[in-house]
């Protein structure tokens, strides 16, 4: 298994995004969590610092859409050419279509799923995605420790994501570190999102490597 890491800017330094993704530049792509103070209780940024962060980064941008108004915004942030653009399956009435809007704007399409919403519920939209998101806490802040009934989740994703033999990643976001990935990657995961685990680092592109390195001998 090739393993992704996708360090999430939650935690650098929003005063200091240019120098904090220069220490980062082992990483697979750059996970960057975008909140509205609706979807979930905390507020980051929009539009405006996405664009600024595309020209800044040398690494491909995840952007992970924690929003309400999720079915007209989408689109806008696929438009600025980032590489993929993660929307919330409780958030929009239409995630097939909105799947396919995402891929036609020039983005891949990821889906989220909070911890409580049953995987069997969008079983027929996975084939539309190019990412599965499992969330492994709840969205909203960093620094949470992962619920480990999630990783039955992970499990039964991946099931069916091999089952119909889809190109479609499986990412896990939460609580992911050094002690915590290899569950998560045993569980069927390919693609990581760590927050503080890289952040808190002294060296974040040696704890990238020995993230990804935990993730696929596991």
Not at 9 to 16: E, K, V
Not at 122 to 129: F, H, K, M, Q, S
């Amino acid at each position: 298994m090739v393993a992704r890491i996708c360090p999430s800017i939650l935690s650098a330094d929003f005063a200091n995004f240019e120098s904090e993704i220069a220490t980062i530049g082992d990483s697979d792509l750059i996970h960057v969590d975008v909140m509205d103070n609706h979807f979930v209780p905390n507020l980051t940024f929009g539009l405006a610092t996405v664009a600024r962060l595309q020209q800044l980064s040398s690494r491909p941008l995840d952007v992970h859409l924690m929003i309400e108004d999720v079915d007209r915004w989408a689109i806008e942030y696929a438009k600025l050419g980032v590489f993929s653009v993660t929307f919330h399956a409780e958030a929009t009435s239409k995630p097939a279509a909105l799947a396919k809007e995402i891929k036609a704007a020039g983005s891949r399409a990821g889906m989220a799923l909070k911890p409580a919403t049953p995987l069997e519920d969008y079983e027929d939209v996975v084939a539309e995605l190019d990412q599965l998101l499992i969330m492994t806490v709840e969205p909203g802040f960093g620094g949470q420790k992962l619920i480990e009934s999630t990783l039955d989740k992970v499990l039964q994703a991946r099931k069916l994501i091999d089952h119909a033999s889809l190109d479609c990643w499986l990412q896990v976001d939460g609580g992911i570190d050094a002690s915590t990935i290899t569950r998560a990657a045993a569980a069927g995961a390919d693609t990581f999102v760590a927050g503080n685990a890289v952040f808190g680092a002294a060296d974040r592109n040696l704890q990238i490597r020995t993230l990804r390195s935990l993730a696929e001998q596991a």
